[in-house]
């Protein structure tokens, strides 16, 4: 079994930065991906960005450029730095991790991002 948990959601000001991260512990497999998705009111659950076992990364349209994610192996942690925020970034942001191989994926329980002046 695996758990995830987000951190560093918070309030920020359009064009302000925030840096996500996310923990996973438990009965890991070395190989697997990771990846955020968000959730904003009214709103379909969307990828953010993803980065696979083997580094290579993916980033919805709207973000890329702006939001740049990262990983630290040893730490089992993923990370989603997010620049030049914009008030239809506000969503409740989700970590995932994802056995490449089956049908599994996990979720952590998310964590709330706010951008308004």
């Known amino acids: 079994q695996v758990q995830l948990v987000e951190s560093g959601g918070r309030l920020v000001q359009p064009g302000g930065s925030l840096r996500l991260s996310c923990a996973a512990s438990?009965?890991?497999?070395?190989?697997?991906?990771m990846g955020w998705y968000r959730q904003a009111p009214g709103k379909q659950r969307e990828l953010v960005a993803a980065?696979?076992?083997?580094?290579?990364?993916n980033y919805e349209d709207s973000v890329k450029g702006r939001f740049t994610i990262s990983r630290d192996y040893a730490k089992n942690t993923v990370y989603l730095r997010m620049n030049s925020l914009k008030v239809e970034g506000t969503a409740v942001y989700y970590c995932?991790?994802?056995?490449?191989?089956?049908?599994?994926?996990?979720w952590g329980q998310g964590t709330q991002v706010t951008v308004s002046s």
């Open positions: 995932n991790l994802r056995y490449e191989w089956i049908a599994r994926v996990y």
């Open positions: 438990g009965s890991i497999f070395s190989i697997h991906a």
């Open positions: 980065i696979s076992s083997g580094g290579s990364t």
